[in-house]
């Protein structure tokens, strides 16, 4: 059990970020163990020969120590909730070489690092130059395809959050996150193997859903700027290899068979092009029939960066589950 104590004033400094770094990271867990990491084996078969033409062995090597360490330089807490990938990279390559020399033979403590690793005892500015240039080239491969469906169900995740607390109060921000994490009114306790009491000292707690995190809780206690839990956010399943769910025939005889089909996949919010790609559709026969929804009231248009992303309505919402 990981126990973290909250002061009266904690709560007010709860903040949440979606980070391209910890999407990055914990995409590296999901590539390395294939069991626990399991509904992701599609994405790995596919990665897999496109990451041997990246070929980013510094970050592979810098994030693959045997006890499964990652150095925390890797992944800076955001200061706004959703950062740009160069900015991240900009301060990682701002990391004082010291820390960077020191964090990256930590994963390899007791244990040969390869070449790509051990090189940053000697040349930590140039093993840094190379790590941020591996970085880039693996999330254009690995992640940025994803990214605008990771984007997407993270905003409906902050979306809920935010709905919560102005109903509820800003408790209702750090309630109901995960399965494996309770609340007790002042500590958030982790169901784990682990036996740590923490507190958070001041630091403010960033809360960060990660698409690649899995069913899994991870923990960010020993930054210098603060304190984090990465978790998965609701939906994660429609992220990752699964089939498209069926409209009911009722749903079907009241809208049609196609519309049906989008109002029943948009249980989690989506774009255009991620519709059209999943029922088979052209964009601009997706785009008509979200149009026509959003038009009855069925769904609503939010706007993520650059993309228009759409969710179900209460209207829609009530629907789909009572059709």
């Not at 690793?117 to 000697?122: E, V």
């Amino acid at each position: 059990m990981i126990q973290i104590e909250f002061a009266d004033s904690d709560l007010a400094r709860v903040r949440f970020g979606h980070s391209p770094m910890a999407e990055v990271v914990t995409s590296l867990y999901a590539l390395r163990r294939t069991a626990k990491f399991w509904m992701y084996d599609a994405w790995r078969t596919a990665l897999l020969p496109r990451l041997r033409e990246a070929a980013p062995r510094t970050l592979l090597a810098v994030t693959g120590g045997p006890g499964g360490y990652v150095p925390d330089f890797l992944t800076p807490l955001p200061v706004v909730a959703r950062p740009a990938l160069a900015g991240e990279l900009a301060e990682i390559a701002a990391t004082p070489l010291d820390r960077v020399a020191m964090e990256v033979a930590a994963g390899w403590a007791g244990t040969e690092a390869p070449p790509e690793a051990g090189r940053f005892a000697t040349d930590p500015a140039g093993g840094l130059a190379e790590l941020v240039t591996d970085i880039r080239r693996y999330f254009a491969v690995a992640v940025a395809p994803h990214w605008p469906r990771l984007r997407a169900a993270v905003e409906a995740e902050l979306a809920q959050r935010a709905a919560r607390a102005v109903e509820h109060g800003p408790r209702a921000l750090v309630t109901d996150l995960h399965p494996g994490l309770s609340w007790d009114g002042s500590a958030l306790r982790l169901a784990t193997v682990a036996d740590r009491e923490s507190s958070l000292d001041g630091h403010p707690l960033t809360l960060m859903p990660a698409g690649f995190s899995g069913p899994w809780v991870h923990t960010v206690m020993n930054a210098p700027d603060g304190r984090a839990l990465w978790y998965p956010p609701h939906g994660l399943g429609r992220l990752w290899d699964q089939p498209v769910p069926a409209p009911s025939e009722a749903l079907a005889a009241l809208l049609g068979p196609t519309r049906a089909a989008v109002l029943t996949l948009l249980a989690e919010p989506d774009s255009t092009g991620g519709v059209a790609k999943a029922l088979g559709l052209a964009p601009a026969t997706a785009s008509h029939h979200l149009t026509t929804l959003r038009d009855a009231g069925l769904v609503a248009a939010r706007r993520v960066g650059r993309r228009l992303c759409y969710a179900r309505t209460p209207l829609g919402q009530s629907l789909a589950a009572g059709a």
